[in-house]
């Protein structure tokens, strides 16, 4: 099986077109909105809801969380920030169980 380099997603249809065959749109929609909200604190609720733009931070939660989408790898470039997002992820979940500590 051939597969798809996958080198970015710039907005929620392609994430959905993507992620289609693995999860249902309802699911898809909300999940990516959940994670607008979390990192858009700035903006109403409303304006997160009709975003059509996502950023590459955003589009990296949904496949830290849910996976690579069928039939695709990430490039490099991708694959070098996942994980750093994963390293400052658990960076900020050790500073939060030291300060809790």
Request: charged share 25%; glycine share 2%; no cysteine.
């Given at each position: 099986?051939?597969?798809?380099?996958?080198?970015?997603?710039?907005?929620?249809?392609?994430?959905?077109?993507?992620?289609?065959?693995?999860?249902?749109?309802?699911?898809?929609?909300?999940?990516?909105?959940?994670?607008?909200?979390?990192?858009?604190?700035?903006?109403?609720?409303?304006?997160?809801?009709?975003?059509?733009?996502?950023?590459?931070?955003?589009?990296?939660?949904?496949?830290?969380?849910?996976?690579?989408?069928d039939?695709?790898?990430?490039?490099?470039?991708?694959?070098?920030?996942?994980?750093?997002?994963?390293?400052?992820?658990?960076?900020?979940n050790?500073?939060?169980?030291?300060?809790?500590?």
């Amino acid at each position: 099986m051939n597969l798809k380099i996958l080198n970015y997603i710039r907005n929620k249809s392609q994430l959905q077109a993507l992620f289609i065959s693995q999860f249902p749109a309802d699911y898809i929609r909300n999940e990516i909105n959940a994670i607008i909200q979390k990192t858009r604190k700035s903006s109403t609720p409303g304006t997160n809801y009709f975003a059509k733009n996502i950023s590459t931070l955003e589009v990296l939660i949904f496949i830290d969380t849910n996976g690579v989408p069928d039939g695709h790898l990430l490039s490099e470039e991708l694959k070098i920030k996942l994980q750093d997002y994963r390293e400052n992820l658990a960076k900020e979940n050790r500073s939060k169980s030291l300060i809790e500590n």
